[in-house]
């Protein structure tokens, strides 16, 4: 079976590693932010940073959160610059996932070792009302 998005999901993540490479590991999560958007940007990718997104409990607004990054309005880049992923980090993203009409997101750590993860949370399993 293929995976959702597995074209997208498989060039944005040479994008990652072509950014890793370059920069290394040290920085500030916003310097790998913005080198992320720029090449995925001189790379044909449409990308939004920081885009805001609601979060509805019941239909009632109870807050928001801003994504990193969002490409071709299809999937979620979640930043980190951490030592390694943890679990909290891939809670994070499946919640964003479920706070959206997205379903594929992608959690990329620039660490002192490259390594990301991939989640999915498909529209059909989302029991909300849904933001546009």
């Given at each position: 079976m293929e995976l959702l998005h597995k074209t997208l999901?498989?060039?944005i993540l040479k994008v990652?590693?072509?950014v890793y490479n370059e920069l290394g590991y040290g920085f500030l999560e916003k310097v790998?932010?913005?080198s992320m958007y720029l090449e995925l940007k001189s790379r044909g990718f449409y990308v939004e940073a920081q885009k805001q997104i609601k979060v509805n409990y019941k239909g009632i607004e109870v807050g928001e959160y801003y994504a990193d990054l969002i490409v071709n309005e299809k999937v979620i880049l979640e930043l980190k610059a951490a030592e390694c992923i943890v679990e909290d980090f891939e809670?994070?993203?499946i919640n964003y996932l479920k706070a959206t009409n997205m379903e594929v997101g992608l959690l990329l750590?620039?660490?002192k070792k490259p390594e990301f993860?991939?989640?999915i949370f498909e529209n059909?399993?989302?029991n909300f009302i849904?933001?546009?």
């Open positions: 999901t498989d060039s990652y590693f072509d790998y932010q913005n809670y994070q993203l750590n620039f660490g993860r991939s989640k059909n399993r989302k849904k933001n546009p």
